[in-house]
């Protein structure tokens, strides 16, 4: 047994998250990304920090709390708790000096003006006040702050007021200090009517109209200051998986409480005296690091749907239709069973679309030759056809059984919904394995044809989710190969079953063999290289922190193969580190769509083995949840998800970051003005423009 490897050749996760958040914030920073998608890409900047304080700071003070073994990286708790601090302040005062300086004012150039309560004239301030007294102030329940009426909860990520007051109330009282919650039903941003505004689009924010007439809720009293605030909980759900007989029970019991978890950080808007802020510290029992004080709403999240709002195509990404393989184009309305046994279909989402996959469920509900119909559901949101289809074929009598993550972080609702459904209309459910979240994308059909029974199946990178396959660059494959339906099959029957895990044929699975599989593919391509062949590893993931596989890259670095690392998110090695990392290259590709394929191309003598998978390179898929990766196959497929999935984001310098040896990240600046953007090119090459689309199904 060898030494592992010192701390100093590991970067800090945490740190190397906001990271990728000020690349996602350098998309709203630039000029060249349209108006309304800035504004966008700043609302998702603060959805990401939110989900960051929710689990990883969270998880930071319980480390910091109960004491802990530091991570790879070999940094203490607490200081990685103090490094994040400083880093989130400058990232969140950034983001703020963006909306403020540059964002708000080119959209008030362009018509769209958010109405501040200092600006509006008679008329609009009118409007605002009927608007207050009809449909805010009805639904409003102030809390005074006295023996009576102790400090409430406060809800996760809820729009609270502290109001200071002055004076005595009808019963004599005079606490001085009131909390007035305002309830998730009403909006965050207001339309106002445009000729009251007097722009195409003026918006009013609830906590300006709040501001402006919070005096009306405390009759014959004076207010004296009136400062919103939010608190961000821990919201990472406790099942105890050992005590549990009903885990579906167990999780409906636990959600509630996350709303109310220990807190972990308190915004307040920055005309907050200290002593209120230092006041609300006290009553969630926070630190003042915990304090972000910030110039503007406490939600940006709530900004998001303003793009959706305004028709404007001219300030946000033009539009497109994905496209469809050659093969179901020619098909037109041609059986897609007969379509999958003439050869594997690759869909690449979003630049191809989502419709042959939920086509595949649907026909297989309705064909009177399907017999059953298995599939595994992680996320798949609230409006989902591919779960109607389910329910559907169960109705008809169909085989169906649908593995649901109910641990699926904040779908947990969502899934549990449709599984009440699903048992209702007669399908079998079941919750995957209890302590390995069921992460594989995976659907089986079987189907008799004559006197045998065929299978075939989908395989994909990413959820059945309607809204993610827009928004998310991913990689499905649908096939009628034996081999692999074989294993899609054993997978299920272990995951509705018990019995040891078998010998898959080809498939890599977690929490069994695709870890072990992995760093044996790294390091036959290490023989290759002291054998003077050409060896080379190109892959793309999410993220990469599991230290025996970045130790394997190292390993293999060392010995001569040439790699390059597409990493997104997270990156926890050192890429061209003198002796350890030199031929490891690692890039993110940030962009308008979400990279989340997962694609690991091993040269291996030139048989190209060419993988997609479900799992990122991190501790938790490899060991910690059930995942697949699974072979291309067909060369021409092999070819198309090199060419698509993976060259374009080692040619682009419009959307690519290089990562340096201490985790810093540098833009790519085209040379000489040859602009390459991968998102771009695939676009152009695998959808078609709205027009088209139009024309075509004209």
Known sequence: MHAPLGPELFLNRELSQLAFNRRVLALAEDDATPLLERLRFLCIVSSNLDEFFEIRVAGLK???????VPGPDGLPA??????????????IARQYQLLNEAILPALAQAGIRFLRRTHWNAAQAEWVRHYFIEQVMPVLTPIGLDPAHPFPRVLNKSLNFAVELEG????????????????RVLPRVIRMPTDIAGCDYGFVFLSSILHAHVGELFAGMTVKGCYQFRVTRNSDLFVDEEEITNLREALQGELPHRQFGDAVRLEVADNCPEEMARFLLSQFRLEYEDLYQVHGPVNLVRLMQVPDWVDRPDLKYPPFVPGLPAALAQAQDEDLFAVIQRGDLLLHHPYQSFNPVIEFIRQAARDPDVLSIRQTVYRTGTD????????DAARRGKEVTVVVELLARFDEEANINWAEKLEEAGAHVVYGVVGYKTHAKMALVVRREGSTLRRYCHLGTGNYHPRTTKLYTDLGLITAHEGICADVAHIFVQLTGLGRAGHLTHLWQAPFTLAANLRAAIAREAEHARAGRRARIVAKMNALTEPQVIEALYAASQAGVEIDLIVRGVCALRPRLPGVSERIRVRSV???????????????GGANDVYLASAD??????????????????????????QEGLLPYLKDNVQAWDMRPDGEYHRRAPRRGKIYCAQSVLLAKLGRSAWEGAEADG
């Open 62 to 68: 319980q480390q910091i709390a109960w004491g802990g």
């Open 78 to 91: 607490r200081e990685v708790y103090r490094r994040v601090a400083v880093e989130a302040h400058a990232l």
């Open 168 to 183: 005595r109330d009808a019963f004599g009282r005079s606490s001085g200090t009131a909390i007035v919650q305002a309830p």
């Open 384 to 391: 989902s056809e591919i779960m109607e289809a389910l329910i």
């Open 590 to 604: 940030v962009g308008r769509f979400l990279e989340h394929t997962r694609i690991f191309w091993f040269h291996n």
């Open 617 to 642: 390179w991190m501790h938790r898929n490899l060991f910690r949840r059930i995942e697949v990766a699974f072979p291309v196959l067909d060369r021409r497929l092999k070819r198309r998800v090199i």
